[in-house]
DNA sequence: CGTCCACTTGACAATCGTCAATAGCAGTGG
DNA sequence: CCACTGCTATTGACGATTGTCAAGTGGACG
């Protein structure tokens, strides 16, 4: 249902995509409650569970279970006990670190084929805030933990899925360590759109559930920074600010700007 | 052994690992001084190894081999072929990504116990270079890649070893991005502190075999601030200044400031 | 003894943050 | 329907942390 609504909304707010979006063939059934779907799965080829053979699916069933939450919901909280880990099935989550005198750093924007947990900790690192209604795929921990000692293939999915989180942080560090805020702002859109890409097809249409505020966390500049910059790119014909996300216009000179 | 340290260097100043990568999987070399000693490993219990049964050690002397490379060595750069993972035995790395304009940033340092190529791919993603002399424990990327399809515990080892890099890369996120220059200096110098209490045991004197240059790259700083930070921290007692490293005097204190 | 490099220190500049005011929009309730 | 509230975004003026430029010291090494 939210992803449904979702989809409209990108579809209405952005036009149809460039290319032809791969992961919504087919729609999916709200589940009321537990237990799984996986067959249905719409993020079946980005999730971790594409490393698992079709009959072992049915294990990961009977440890999970699908869950929703609105906008704005917490799923969890830095500090508290960990006792699931999730898939993100659709939807957009912040994932953010709050230092003891409020300063903020966001960490990452998960999106759907995400996995939270994957430090596999008894307590949360960070907090989770749905940026729009929001489905997981859940499994509590410590039985995730157990069917990765069964499963070595998810094991090795689980591994190259952490290991490529993070080259992502690493790049990340390069964006927050030395790049100016304009730089920040063209790496932050280019990124979004390539992540985009993977889920609903390439697209020069971003959707930006996030504020000024959270931007301006994950990048390590204030609210008017951001928006002084956003306005900026807007001004000089790089973009088209939309409801919702940007419109990228030039993206050649955005990815020069956000190059690595 | 002074044969094979000079080799090494031959190689290593010379280029030879990486324009004619030899594949140590097949290779039937019986060498002195080539092939590994597991059983003598001063990092054992530090590394992905410990994961391992003593006799699955065998297979890891097979796939392996130790080398040593002088202080300012380049083990490998960022973009160049990856056929080779590796295990810091012994020394210091630092391990940076440079932008096209020659801006630079240090993605970490690398200490004993810490495992390179984690991300298994097959090029670069940052260049190492050796602080001190260093010792490794090499083996063929896809070698390596084979035994961990057939070692379910070391992938685990590994997965967990991601998650725990990941975790680190995301609190250096928020030291990038929400604190002060001298915030940063504290931070960097109690996570030195830390990570050779690993391997040494605690201590106040904390060795820094990086300059203020590769410090400031590491932090987002310039060298001039690095300088200016620490000079001010020694005046106000803080630390002392001492041959290679800084000595802490204030714990606490600094502690406090780099608090998450 | 001279060169090179790391480090330090000072003066000045600029990017970005802080503070403040305002507009726009959605939701709420009289 | 409209006032009211609260949040987000934008814009301007000003300020400070940090970067830039420059000069100089000291240690390592040939």
């Known amino acids: 249902m939210e992803t449904l609504a979702e989809k409209v909304l990108f579809d209405t707010v952005f036009g ?22 996986c067959s249905d799965c719409e993020i079946k080829g980005l999730s971790v569970c594409e490393s698992l053979e079709p009959d072992e699916f049915e294990l990961l069933e009977r440890i999970g279970r699908t869950l929703s939450f609105p906008a704005k919901a917490t799923l969890f909280e830095q500090g508290r006990e960990a006792p699931f880990v999730s898939n993100i099935t659709s939807g957009a989550l912040r994932l953010s670190k709050l230092l003891p005198d409020g300063r903020r750093q966001v960490v990452g924007f998960a999106l759907p084929g995400d996995f939270l947990g994957l430090a596999m900790q008894p307590t949360q690192l960070f907090t989770a805030d749905a940026l ?7 499994f509590s921990r410590v039985g995730f933990s157990d069917l990765l000692d069964e499963k070595p293939r998810l094991t090795r999915a689980m591994m190259n899925m952490a290991a490529h989180e993070l080259t992502l942080a690493q790049d ?12 920040k702002i063209a790496s932050f859109l280019i990124g979004m759109r390539n992540r985009y890409a993977r889920i609903h097809g390439a697209s020069v249409h971003v959707p930006l559930p996030m504020t000024r505020l959270d931007i301006g966390d994950y990048l390590g500049l204030t609210v008017e920074t951001v928006s002084r910059m956003i306005t900026r790119m807007a001004r000089e014909k790089l973009i088209v600010i939309v409801p919702d996300g940007v419109r990228l216009l030039d993206v050649p000179r955005l990815e020069q700007m956000a190059e690595m």
């Not at 990340?172 to 730089?183: D, F, H, K, S």
């Open 16 to 37: 149809r995509a460039e290319t032809s979006p791969r992961n919504f063939a087919c729609a999916p059934k709200a589940a009321p409650g537990f237990g799984l779907e």
């Open 172 to 183: 990340q560090m390069v964006v927050l360590g030395r790049r100016t805020a304009e730089e």
């Open 132 to 138: 729009t209604p929001v489905k997981i795929c859940q």
